[in-house]
């Protein structure tokens, strides 16, 4: 009898001999990220994949994920280049369904903790880079624990309806039982500040669920909702706490450019009984949020707070 050749074993996917690309999970108070290194421009980030890596029970799981390039090597960095040759490191950013977004407040905080951990760039605490984004280039301080952000100047989304702190829309969320005023604003990207009357209501929202904003901005907007300590002001430091739909997102742990949002409008709508610096509680921690004059005359807004890296992988590329 002659004996039969034996048949090839299976494919095992975790041995298989496609190359591999390492990528390192981390977050900011509690908002998460893939991170990948990709000086040269070489890995392609379609929505799909983007969306499949996000993904909380089938990928890695993250409320985002940012791609390290060289400004040099994707023409949005490119086009920063010319005004800002130090910014050398452009953080490709998209949100978990694999949309692009402009930037985000934590996601900055963490990419740049991802760069100095992974040696990228050599930045001791009191010095700052220069990072190019969608909404422009950001000054990044490293603090001993953590890191600050000018993130450039804030303003309404609709200057005329805002000009004294008036509501501009109408939200609806499932929790409230009837649609509340909001103030919206823009930080790079749009977000809608929606102020309630308790930590109780803040605590009985479903943000599992989109709100409804009308008008709806035609990008779509971040959602706040946003309830005040007792007193406000302590100290000359405003104190308040929030939660957030992030667009592409859902509900997350933490948004720093949503902070960012909650304290401008909060001082607006405090009047002279507000501040220039807060203190932003959300699920995942603590931010700190200054008003501080900007080079242009413009107001700048400042976001303080910790990144962490969590963990390295590798992803079947």
Not at 12 to 21: C, E, F, G, I, N
Not at 111 to 137: M, N, S, W, Y
Not at 157 to 178: C, F, I, K
């Amino acid at each position: 009898m002659t004996e039969q050749p034996a048949a090839p074993a299976a494919q095992d996917p975790l041995h298989a001999s496609a190359p591999r690309v390492p990528f390192t999970k981390g977050h900011g108070t509690g908002n998460d990220f893939v991170l990948i290194a990709d000086p040269d421009g070489n890995t392609q980030l379609d929505a799909q994949r983007v969306a499949r890596l996000a993904d909380r029970h089938r990928g890695v799981g993250a409320d985002g994920v940012i791609r390290a390039v060289r400004s040099a090597r994707l023409p949005e960095g490119e086009a920063l280049l010319a005004e800002h040759p130090e910014a050398e490191w452009f953080m490709d950013y998209r949100n978990g369904d694999g949309s692009i977004a402009e930037m985000c407040g934590n996601g900055v905080r963490v990419f740049v903790h991802f760069l100095v951990e992974k040696g990228f760039v050599d930045l001791a605490p009191g010095r700052a880079i220069t990072i190019g984004t969608r909404a422009g280039v950001k000054a990044v301080t490293r603090l001993e624990h953590g890191y600050a952000i000018d993130m450039g100047p804030w303003s309404y989304l609709d200057p005329e309806l805002a000009e004294e702190a008036a509501s501009d829309s109408m939200v609806r969320a499932h929790g409230l039982t009837d649609p509340r005023p909001a103030l919206s604003v823009s930080l790079g990207n749009p977000h809608t500040v929606v102020p309630l009357a308790s930590f109780a209501d803040l605590q009985g929202l479903d943000l599992g669920r989109a709100p409804e904003v009308d008008p709806a901005p035609p990008l779509g907007t971040n959602v706040e909702f946003v309830a005040a300590h007792e007193p406000l002001v302590r100290e000359g430091v405003g104190r308040v706490r929030m939660r957030v739909h992030e667009r592409g997102v859902g509900e997350t742990q933490s948004c720093g450019t949503g902070a960012c949002a909650v304290a401008v409008a909060m001082r607006a709508w405090s009047g002279d009984q507000g501040t220039d610096s807060w203190l932003v509680e959300v699920p995942g921690g603590v931010l700190a949020v200054d008003v501080v004059p900007g080079p242009e005359g413009a107001e700048h807004v400042v976001l303080s707070g910790p990144a962490e890296l969590v963990f390295d992988g590798e992803l079947t590329a």
